[in-house]
């Protein structure tokens, strides 16, 4: 499997954006970018994923680089809730397993 | 739709002896995967059910198995517990269940287990 890379820590403020990024320089052509990310004291819940195109949904946005060998997480509105670890997560097509390889990820502080 | 639950939260061991932990997917969900995280090693796949047929496993000692019942709950199980063991055990479902890149895995709050 394809390996990320992330910064180990990052810190926000209150209501300011927060751009969270990932390299994947080995990714292959079929791989999926999936974002999880794990509150204290809970399991990881699934943020987003997207293959070539930019995606959103109501918690955050992700951006693809065009050869795809990066991508960012955006949190558009920072609130202390969002003080989390998150992950960037690979996944190839195809194979019958639902098998995620978990990195060190992103520690994000949130100060008010 | 509730979501994946585990039990017991929390269980204290002594080294040697056997642990039991359960969880419960998300109603309709037929995928169920196990996880462990510890502050040295991070989250760690250990294995993964569908359909009662272990289909993944990681790269864990025999002492860690598992297992699926016909309504998709699922078990694992730790023998000879050592020091080592003590960690936060994640359970996850999946609703599509044929595995691939675009499923999405629920997880539960974890069993934090104590080996003393």
């Known amino acids: 499997d394809a390996k990320t890379t992330q910064p180990n820590s990052m810190e926000s403020n209150e209501e300011e954006p927060v751009h969270l990024p990932c390299n994947h320089s080995t990714i292959s052509g079929t791989d999926y970018i999936h974002w999880y990310r794990q509150l204290p004291s809970q399991g990881p819940e699934y943020v987003i994923h997207?293959?070539?195109s930019n995606v959103n949904n109501r918690m955050a946005s992700l951006a693809i680089a065009e050869d795809r060998k990066s991508s960012t997480l955006i949190l558009h509105r920072a609130t202390l809730r969002d003080a989390a670890v998150y992950y960037c997560i690979l996944r190839g097509y195809g194979g019958a397993t639902n098998k995620l390889i978990f990195g060190t990820g992103t520690l994000l502080a949130v100060q008010p | 739709k509730a979501g994946v639950t585990q039990t017991p939260r929390y269980l204290i061991k002594t080294r040697g002896q056997q642990v039991t932990l359960s969880c419960s997917p998300i109603s309709g969900h037929r995928s169920v995967s196990w996880y462990q995280q510890t502050p040295g090693q991070g989250l760690q796949f250990l294995f993964e059910?569908?359909?009662?047929?272990?289909?993944n496993k990681g790269n864990f000692p025999g002492r860690f198995s598992g297992r699926q019942f016909s309504n998709s709950r699922s078990e694992m199980n730790v023998s000879t517990l050592e020091l080592g063991d003590s960690a936060l055990y994640l359970c996850?479902?999946?609703?599509?269940?044929?595995?691939?890149?675009?499923?999405?895995?629920?997880f539960g709050p974890g069993t934090r287990l104590t080996v003393l």
């Open positions: 997207g293959l070539t």
């Open positions: 059910y569908f359909s009662e047929t272990q289909r």
């Open positions: 996850a479902s999946s609703p599509l269940g044929s595995g691939g890149s675009t499923d999405t895995q629920y």
